[in-house]
């Protein structure tokens, strides 16, 4: 589903983010992207974004490069991915519903499918019952389960999750990744950027381990140890 070919990424002349990658993602796959701050994984994921592109090689999605797509054809690739952040990105202003309704009503929804899709989002990330609530009302988690709910509204093939769990306690992070888990399960490919260790492991999922823009490992699922 996504490849990368011999691909760097130089944002500064010095030394490369990404360093002549080569990997490969499969469709319905969960895959875990750990290393130190700095090793490149925000960047692997933006690639994948088209939010940035290679300084030389290329990154397929589906077979198509993505240096191929012209700019007005950009929006369409990105609703093919849902983004989550460390941050929410959330609208302060607006209810959970309101927040996740948005992306449907940026690209034109009627009401009619704001008012059956959303809830049923909703529901799926265990929010339905703090629909009206503003981001401020609620906990931390809640919020991401938020961000997720929004990223998800379009039925994405993947969802790219950067530091998803960074904001939050030990107890609300293992309920994010629960919620990965299962949405993983539900058949969307989740590619997830974490430099918690721990989380990592106890996922259980394939592991790719990058340090100073390269790929220094990549474990089946189980077979990551922590070191
Ligand atoms: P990680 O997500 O693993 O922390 P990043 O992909 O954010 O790593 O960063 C990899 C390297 O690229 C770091 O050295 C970082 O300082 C550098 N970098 C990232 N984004 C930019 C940018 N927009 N401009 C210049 N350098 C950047």
Do not use: C
């Amino acid at each position: 589903m996504i490849r990368f070919e011999n691909v760097t990424k130089i944002y500064q002349k010095d030394f490369p983010a990404l360093d002549d990658i080569n990997l490969e993602f499969k469709e319905g796959e969960f895959v875990s992207i750990v290393g130190q701050s700095g090793a490149g994984k925000s960047t692997l994921l933006k690639l994948i974004y088209a939010e940035e592109m290679p300084t030389s090689g290329t990154v397929f999605f589906d077979e198509v490069p993505l240096n191929s797509i012209s700019k007005g054809k950009l929006p369409r690739h990105r609703r093919e991915i849902g983004t989550i952040f460390q941050d929410y990105k959330l609208l302060h202003r607006k209810t959970a519903f309101e927040n996740v309704a948005y992306a449907l009503e940026v690209v034109g929804a009627s009401n009619e499918e704001i008012d059956e899709n959303v809830p049923q989002i909703l529901d799926i990330v265990g929010l339905g019952e703090k629909m009206e609530k503003y981001p401020h009302q609620l906990s931390g988690g809640e919020q991401q389960r938020v961000a997720f709910a929004r990223a998800l509204i379009h039925k994405p093939k993947i969802i790219i999750a950067d530091e998803p769990t960074g904001n939050l306690d030990p107890f609300s992070s293992w309920d994010i990744v629960q919620l990965m888990l299962k949405i993983n399960e539900l058949g969307t490919t989740v590619v997830l950027a974490s430099h918690d260790k721990y989380v990592i492991d106890k996922i259980g999922k394939r592991v790719v381990v990058m340090d100073k823009g390269k790929i220094i490992g990549d474990y089946e699922k189980g077979k990551y140890k922590l070191s």
